[in-house]
Structures are given as structure tokens and as C-alpha cells.
């Protein structure tokens, strides 16, 4: 069993264990936000379908009308009208005009437009001021391609991507099952919100909160509840569940004799590392178990969530295929100094702002990973290497948490 090791090194140990999930369901447009997609997508249908036009007047010939002007107008017969999804059916010859509708087709024959803005219409005839051009005519297959790939797997599925296959014409599309992940909490202090607390208990919170932080990644949250520190009952509780495709447990992996999520791994499991040189969140422990991979993270909830983030969130990412990256970094200016940690990489938390044109950032206060008011008010993580403390006015590495 490794201990004590990098982030870095922590990582790759984690994503060796994330297999990407093959199984996919087909999913209605409406249901398909924040899902991921399972399979690429090709068009179904050029876009536009034919050579269309991108404003509302007249269709004619380039050739009738590249001496129109204000004061030397061109007059051509308007031989019909194509109503958006009723085009014309019949071709223009030489000085001749159809009257034509953003989107519509372009008439046989015409090989320019000109706007409405830029004609005089007079009965059955339409004085063109100007030339008529053809760069206001968008070409069949401009936007989409019949057969071309648009969206890949692993795509999250946006507004933008889920109107995008709605245009290619899928009315559903599969999606990549949802990961489930068990989410347990231990400790004889630990109550579930809503039932007294007696002396010296804590209520649960982190199954709440790590429970959301699962669904944000795109997985779904399977409760199992808390168990009190009793490696039978933790054991009962997790086999209970059935097949898993990652397990979380909460709390109880430290050195003390009460933590036993560590006990029962250390007697069934096979430890690939505990503890990284992170903080918050140093004694992370990472395992299989009965055929399944499982993150026991600290029971301290600032913990708990920046461990999920860092590892529980990116080992998702894999599973779902997701070709977005699990966190993003940015640079932003602080306002408060951060002090930093000798040995470990930490992640303070933060307020991020927008100021001035630049992203600013300040403490949320009290760092201990048992202040979870920090997640709550705090927005963003704050990354400072070992040993690099910075002071107000210094430029830092920032997580933004939404
Ligand atoms: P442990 O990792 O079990 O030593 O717990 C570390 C700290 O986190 C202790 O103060 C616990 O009371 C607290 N804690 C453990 N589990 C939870 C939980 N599910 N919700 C909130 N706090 C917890
Ligand atoms: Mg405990």
C-alpha cells in the first residue's frame, strides 16, 4: 500500500480504476440536460436543406441588376411569391423577381437576392436600388452536412447541443447511463438532520452534500444511509446495495482505533494508496472491495467535498467518457493573503468576484476542514502549492466550483 503520496500520483492511481461505461439508454431531447451522450452524432439532413435565402425581398438574376442604383433604378417583373414552407415551384428567366422570405429556398433560376429595404415594390413590378448580390444566399449544407459528425460521445449535453440534435433530427439520442455511486457515512456521533442531537453528535451532512456533488458530476446518488462504528454493520450496510460502480464512504479513515472504514479495507480490501499530501483531506483512502472500487473520504466535511472534487469527480468524468474537463483554472488577483502548508498541496476556500476587469478573490475566513460554511459561502478553490504562501495583490491559481 502506497501512503503519503502526490496528488499527481494519487490521480493516475485513481483513473487506472475509472473504465469507461459502455451502456447507453435512449433519452428524449427534454429529459437530455446535463446528461452525457453516448454515441456520435451524424446529420440526418443537410442545413440549410437547399441554396436559401438570409433576409426578406426579391430573388432575381446577379446579371439583371449590377447597374441598380438610387438614381438609375432596375425594374423587374415579380413573377410570385415563396412564403417560408411553401417555396416557388417555377423558374425566374432574365428580368424577372420573386419575392422571397428569410429561409426560404432560392427560385430556379435566380442566382442573387437583394433586401426589401433596397426595392420599391409597384404592383406586379420591383424597382431594385441596388445590385442584387449572391453572398446573402447561405448554400445547402453551410451549417450541417448529411452524414457529418457534430456531436461526439461524451459530449455534455447543453442547450446548445441538445437544439443542435434536435436540427439534425433526432427526436431522442442515446445517453450514457448515469454511474451510481453509494454514498455511506460513519460514526457513532454521526444523526441524520431531523432527529435530536444528543451531547457530542453531529449531524449528517456529508451524505448531502456529497450527494449533490455526485449528481453536478453527472452520476446517481445512491443512499445508504450511516452506519455507527462497527465494521459488521458497515460491511452489511455497503453488500445490502448490490453492484456498484463506485462506492463512497464518509469519515472513519484515519490512524484511530475507531475508524474502521480503514480497519475492514485493510482485513477485505486491497488499499491502493491512503493518505495524499493534500489539504484538506490528507487521509483519503483509496480501494477495491468486493469487485468495486471505493474512495473513503475523511469524515471533516470540507474534506469530504475537496476530496470528491479533486478525484471522486474526475474518476466520473471518465466512466461517462465526458470530453470536457472535470475543473477548470483560472488566474485571479487575491484580496486576502493565503497562507499555504509546508508539505502539501492546499486548496483554500474563496470568494470569487469580478472586478475591474479581472477576477479577484478573498478568503471565506476559517480554513479548518470542519468549517463547512466555507463551501457554502466560498465559490472557488484557491490551489497553492507546498510551501507558497501569498499575500493581497498577488496573482493565484483558482477553481471555480460552479
Ligand atoms: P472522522 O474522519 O471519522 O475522524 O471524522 C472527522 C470529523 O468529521 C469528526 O469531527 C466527525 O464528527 C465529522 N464527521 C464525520 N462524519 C460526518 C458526517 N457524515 N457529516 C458531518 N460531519 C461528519
Ligand atoms: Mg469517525
Given at each position: ?19 469507461a ?9 427534454v ?9 456520435d452524432?451524424?446529420?440526418?439532413v ?6 436559401d ?9 446577379e446579371?439583371?441588376?449590377h447597374?441598380?442604383?438610387?438614381g ?10 415563396s412564403?417560408?414552407?411553401n417555396?416557388?415551384k417555377?423558374t425566374l428567366?432574365?428580368g ?6 428569410t429561409?426560404?429556398?432560392v427560385?430556379?433560376?435566380?442566382d ?13 413590378y ?9 453572398a ?7 451549417d ?6 457534430y ?6 449535453l ?6 443542435l ?8 439520442i ?5 454511474p451510481?455511486?453509494g ?11 431531523g ?13 448531502y452534500?456529497?450527494a ?13 444511509g450511516?452506519v ?9 450496510q455497503?453488500?445490502r ?6 462506492l463512497l464512504?464518509s469519515?472513519?479513515?484515519?490512524m484511530?482505533e475507531?475508524?474502521?472504514v480503514?480497519q475492514?479495507?485493510e ?6 494508496f ?6 484538506p483531506?490528507g ?6 472491495w ?10 471533516n466535511p470540507?474534506s469530504?467535498m ?10 466520473l468524468?471518465?466512466l461517462?467518457?465526458?470530453t470536457?474537463?472535470?475543473f477548470?483554472?483560472?488566474k ?21 468576484g469580478?472586478?475591474e476587469g479581472?477576477?479577484?478573490?478573498s ?15 466560498g ?24
Amino acid at each position: 500500500m502506497k501512503q503519503n503520496i502526490s496528488l499527481e500520483d494519487a490521480l493516475e492511481v485513481v483513473l487506472g480504476k475509472a473504465l469507461a461505461l459502455e451502456s447507453s439508454q435512449e433519452t428524449p431531447l427534454v429529459s437530455a440536460l446535463g446528461r452525457t451522450l453516448g454515441a456520435d452524432l451524424t446529420a440526418k439532413v443537410n442545413h440549410p436543406d437547399a441554396d436559401d435565402t438570409s433576409l426578406d425581398g426579391y430573388a432575381c438574376l446577379e446579371a439583371d441588376a449590377h447597374s441598380a442604383a438610387v438614381g438609375n433604378p432596375v425594374r423587374l417583373k415579380v413573377i410570385g411569391t415563396s412564403p417560408a414552407g411553401n417555396p416557388f415551384k417555377g423558374t425566374l428567366q432574365h428580368g424577372e423577381a420573386v419575392q422571397v422570405f428569410t429561409g426560404t429556398p432560392v427560385p430556379k433560376g435566380a442566382d442573387a437576392v437583394i433586401r426589401v429595404e433596397d426595392t420599391l415594390r409597384e404592383d406586379e413590378y420591383v424597382w431594385l436600388m441596388r445590385p442584387a448580390s449572391s453572398a446573402d444566399i447561405r448554400r445547402k449544407g453551410d451549417d450541417l452536412q448529411q452524414g457529418s459528425i457534430y456531436l461526439h460521445k461524451g459530449d455534455l449535453l447543453t442547450p446548445g447541443r441538445i437544439g443542435l440534435a434536435a436540427a439534425m433530427g433526432y427526436p431522442s439520442i442515446p445517453t450514457v447511463l448515469r454511474p451510481k455511486v453509494g454514498i455511506i457515512s460513519t460514526g457513532d456521533e454521526v444523526v441524520e438532520p431531523g432527529e435530536p442531537l444528543p451531547y457530542g453528535g453531529v449531524y449528517n451532512s456529508n451524505s448531502y452534500s456529497i450527494a449533490g456533488l455526485v449528481l453536478e458530476a453527472g452520476g446517481e446518488p445512491v443512499m445508504l444511509g450511516k452506519v455507527s462504528d462497527n465494521i459488521d454493520g458497515l460491511r452489511g450496510q455497503l453488500l445490502r446495495a448490490g453492484k456498484l460502480d463506485l462506492l463512497l464512504t464518509s469519515g472513519g479513515v484515519s490512524m484511530g482505533e475507531h475508524d474502521i472504514v480503514r480497519q475492514m479495507l485493510e482485513r477485505e480490501g486491497q488499499i491502493h494508496f491512503w493518505k495524499v499530501r493534500v489539504q484538506p483531506g490528507g487521509p483519503f483512502l483509496f480501494a477495491d472491495w468486493e469487485g468495486m472500487t471505493l474512495m473513503g473520504l475523511p469524515g471533516n466535511p470540507v474534506s469530504a467535498m475537496v476530496i470528491f472534487l479533486l478525484f471522486g469527480r474526475p474518476f466520473l468524468f471518465k466512466l461517462l467518457s465526458r470530453t470536457d474537463p472535470p475543473f477548470t483554472v483560472i488566474k485571479a488577483v487575491t484580496d486576502t493573503p493565503f497562507s499555504s502548508n509546508p508539505t502539501k498541496q492546499v486548496y483554500r476556500r474563496a470568494v470569487l468576484g469580478w472586478k475591474e476587469g479581472r477576477y479577484h478573490v478573498s478568503s471565506t475566513g476559517n480554513q479548518s476542514s470542519g468549517v463547512l460554511r466555507s463551501m457554502a459561502v466560498g465559490n472557488a478553490l484557491v490551489v497553492l502549492a507546498a510551501g507558497k504562501s501569498v499575500g493581497a495583490g498577488d496573482v493565484v491559481e483558482v477553481i471555480p466550483l460552479s
